[in-house]
């Protein structure tokens, strides 16, 4: 199903390449992976076709006929219930978000990627030692 996600595949199908009942296959790909074959097949339609959207500029009719859907309504519906926005909605934020990191200096980017180090090391293991030592001990209680 990964490999072929634009590929309709059907329980009977997949019980079948499977070599067990459709019943079985279902209840044991459900418990295995947490979601239906269906549902799971859509995810992985909607994945690709989050990547084409992002990393293209095929019109989005073509990216529903890619990735699996026949009808460019159906794609848009199933898309936002999935994702929360519409197609052309993410691959407007995913354009504006690119361009924005293109404009930015790379010592920002770095800056903005790096940890928090405003003590150093050393210190930081010199006031941790100063608290174990100023801890009271406590008396074993009998």
């Not at 947490?34 to 097949?41: D, N």
């Not at 009719?61 to 926005?85: H, M, Y």
Request: proline share 6%.
């Amino acid at each position: 199903m990964d490999a072929a996600s634009h590929e309709e595949w059907p329980v009977s199908r997949l019980a079948r390449v499977s070599h067990v009942s459709e019943a079985h296959f279902a209840r044991s790909f459900k418990e295995a992976f947490g979601v239906p074959p269906h549902r799971y097949l859509l995810t992985r339609r909607i994945e690709r076709a989050k990547t084409l959207l992002r990393d293209t500029e095929l019109p989005i009719l073509d990216i529903a006929l890619r990735t699996g859907w026949n009808s460019l309504g159906t794609f848009g519906r199933t898309f936002r219930d999935i994702t929360g926005e519409s197609p052309g909605e993410l691959r407007g934020r995913e354009s504006a978000a690119r361009r924005l990191a293109q404009a930015m200096p790379a010592c920002y980017a770095s800056a903005a990627h790096r940890p928090d180090l405003t003590i150093a090391v050393s210190e930081k293991r010199r006031r941790e030692a100063d608290a174990t030592k100023a801890a009271p001990e406590k008396p074993e209680v009998t």
